[in-house]
């Protein structure tokens, strides 16, 4: 077996060993779905693809890697530098859009830039990603997009979702959270909130660790 064939095989071997550990997680929460057999086969395809592209020297393939996902994904290869040329020449709702990245915004008002989706939140590791307010987080140039990702507590204040089947309405959240709803923390010393961004606004004794956004904001 060549050294490339050892590579591919790995590689294949390393895709369908963690495919199922995540086919297994999503059907053991509920959240399985044929789309996700379908994206699964996919997936070997483009393994398939890539593993049987000729590459001059070893480090090439890596550099394939890279790139292809990044673009795939609608990253950037270089810093955003913030210059003139880079922003709309449109407003949208008050903000510029950023050309190279579109989740860059810069406010009309006061110029301040923001990502959009510094923070993406989950109830649980299977549950689908979303967005609140506090996803937003504001930049300076030159800026690399990074994003944070949130495993949190479901019984938290602002995230406090709800029955799965019949989640709260936005009113019914505000008004749970105006009671002074309290982490469950309270209940359970050995559960760490310290990725949880709400209760420690509303609920400061019974928050323990570093809030995230206060520490950003601190760091600049």
């Keep these: 077996m060549t050294e490339k064939e050892i590579w591919a095989k790995r590689m294949r071997n390393h895709a369908r060993q963690e495919l199922m550990l995540l086919k297994a997680a999503q059907e053991g929460a509920g959240v399985r779905a044929e789309v996700d057999d379908h994206a699964d086969a996919q997936v070997f395809k483009l393994i398939d693809l890539f593993t049987s592209m000729q590459f001059e020297h070893p480090k090439v393939a890596s550099i394939v890697s890279d790139r292809f996902w990044a673009l795939a994904g609608f990253r950037c290869l270089l810093p955003l530098?913030?210059?003139?040329?880079?922003?709309?020449?449109?407003?949208?709702?008050?903000?510029?859009r950023n050309l190279r990245d579109p989740s860059i915004v810069k406010r009309e008002a006061d110029g301040v830039a923001?990502?959009?989706i510094a923070r993406i939140f989950r109830i649980r590791n299977t549950e689908p990603e979303f967005r609140t307010e506090q996803s937003q987080k504001p930049i300076k140039f030159p800026y690399v997009h990074e994003i944070k990702y949130y495993i949190i507590n479901q019984e938290c204040s602002v995230f406090d979702l709800g029955p799965k089947d019949k989640p709260y309405t936005v009113e019914e959240r505000e008004e749970r959270k105006a009671k002074g709803f309290v982490c469950h923390v309270k209940e359970d010393p050995e559960y760490d909130c310290s990725h949880c961004l709400n209760c420690c606004s509303n609920n400061r004794d019974a928050f323990r660790g570093t809030n995230p956004v206060e520490e950003e904001a601190k760091n600049g």
């Design 81 to 96: 530098s913030g210059a003139d040329g880079e922003w709309s020449k449109q407003i949208e709702q008050g903000v510029y």
């Design 114 to 116: 923001l990502n959009l």
